[in-house]
């Protein structure tokens, strides 16, 4: 006996772990934020739109500094060649070297150096903002989505709840039809009610199928994953419209990244601007060259300590006239110590004096010009979407709110009046049609309150993240 207890305690206890496995896990709001930014595809391209203005930035730093470049050639010569290091023909075969390093610093540019650096640096900055836009366009996506979720829900409760209504009142009503009490005809008009609130269930469960499906795409995971919702518990103050929509722009403009960004943009119009009138100036620079050659051609001659006499000519007489000759003695002078003998060294002050270049400055500072209009334009659109967007959203706000209280009332009426009409139908002084009408009535109080909540929350946390308060759950 013992051991038959031991096994069937061992067969429930796994039994009841596979269904605590089977659960669908339900996920918060702050959960399926963070796992959309973790897979979103335009977030992770506006982070590689970062790292290329990072990429551009370091060049702009590099322009302070001089450019070095170092050169090499090694030459085989056959037949008649250049002597590189006597500048004279030689007919055989032979090998040279020339390596040279070359250097170039610039002084004064027109401080278009200086200016595109600051460019690049507000175009960095700019990208971060662009990044967090992305960013609040997908939280504000998945918030949207998961109240939505949260609705259907609601709804889907709502209608199960009159499909249990009404199967229970048919259940009631066959009783009553059986003993006589009632006629045939309130039966069938009860499981027609029936039928069409059991369809009400199934459109109410396909709307929450999909408002899943589309959180779940919203997060970048596959659709056969599970995934459930948790119901928040909305505090009263979250049903309280306690701003204006003035109030909420002046905050949304200095949080925004997009007001940011297009005044960033601004800033970096005006630097390029700025440096491309930089190419009128006159452009100051140091140059250098350290450079070498060799050439097997050369042989290295060194002096014995001895003389020989040379005839240089014959005088009238017929005598010859000679004279003295250090005798020398040729040996191998190495690629080596050519390069080391035959250095050159060569600096330069470079001064580049602009004065016709086919109008390419000119139309290069109108174009700066018209880029920095376009930012100009790009603020002012900015300023004026996120301004419409927040009206917008407040006059909806405003809306729900008034829908929400008023269909509180209607909800508190309804579901009075179907007490009262459920005892009236109990003792018989109510007939089946006018009970389905109540009936149907309150469903419908109750799923417009619904919508007019959950309507009235999403336009209220869009409001609150238009100023700066975090949209969390």
Not at 44 to 71: D, H, I
Not at 245 to 261: D, F, K, L, N
Request: glycine share 4%; charged share 20%; aromatic share 6%.
């Amino acid at each position: 006996m013992p051991k038959l207890l031991l096994t069937v305690s061992l067969i429930l206890i796994s039994g009841l772990s596979g269904l605590r496995a089977q659960e669908v896990r339900k996920w918060t709001l702050k959960e399926c934020v963070d796992v959309a930014l973790e897979n979103n595809l335009r977030i992770k391209r506006s982070s590689f739109a970062v790292e290329t203005s990072k990429a551009n930035l370091l060049q702009a730093k590099g322009q302070f500094l001089p450019t070095v470049n170092a050169f090499g050639a090694y030459t085989k010569n056959y037949g008649r060649a250049l002597n590189p290091t006597t500048n004279l023909f030689v007919d055989r075969n032979s090998t040279a070297i020339s390596p040279s390093v070359n250097g170039n610093l610039p002084l004064f540019q027109g401080l278009r150096i200086q200016n595109s650096f600051k460019q690049n640096q507000r175009d960095l900055l700019a990208s971060n903002e662009d990044l967090l836009k992305a960013k609040n366009d997908v939280m504000l996506n998945v918030v949207t989505l998961y109240i939505n979720v949260i609705f259907n829900k609601e709804l889907l409760d709502n209608s199960r709840y009159q499909l249990n209504s009404s199967l229970q009142q048919l259940d009631r009503i066959k009783k009553q039809v059986e003993a006589g009490s009632l006629a045939m005809t309130n039966q069938l008009n009860q499981e027609a009610q029936v039928a069409t609130n059991e369809l009400n269930v199934i459109n109410q469960e396909n709307a929450l199928n999909l408002s899943i499906l589309q959180l779940k795409q919203s997060m970048q995971i596959p659709a056969s994953e599970p995934l459930d919702v948790d119901i928040p518990v909305v505090p009263e103050s979250d049903l309280i419209l306690d701003s204006n929509p003035e109030s909420i722009y002046q905050q949304a403009v200095s949080s925004m990244p997009e007001i940011r960004a297009s005044i960033l943009r601004v800033e970096s119009a005006e630097y390029a601007l700025k440096a491309a009138r930089g190419s009128y100036y006159p452009r100051l620079g140091l140059a250098g060259t350290v450079s070498s050659n060799s050439s097997d051609l050369n042989s290295l001659r060194i002096p014995t300590g001895t003389t020989s006499q040379v005839p240089i000519g014959v005088t009238q007489s017929g005598e010859t006239v000679f004279t003295s000759v250090n005798d020398v003695t040729t040996e191998k002078y190495s690629h080596n110590q050519q390069l080391e003998d035959n250095v050159f060294r060569n600096f330069a002050l470079q001064l580049n004096i602009p004065i016709l270049n086919g109008f390419a400055t000119r139309s290069g500072v109108q174009r700066a010009k018209i880029n920095q209009e376009l930012a100009n334009i790009t603020v002012k659109e900015t300023q004026n979407t996120l301004r419409q967007t927040i009206e917008t959203a407040y006059n909806d706000a405003l809306a729900a709110i008034r829908s929400y209280n008023a269909s509180t009332k209607q909800v508190n009426a309804q579901e009075e009046a179907f007490r009262m009409n459920k005892q009236r139908f109990d003792v018989g002084a109510l007939n089946i049609i006018e009970f389905q009408i109540s009936e149907n009535d309150l469903f419908r109080a109750k799923s417009d309150l619904t919508r007019a909540k959950y309507n009235f929350i999403f336009r209220k946390k869009v409001l609150d993240f238009y100023q700066g308060k975090p949209i969390e759950y």
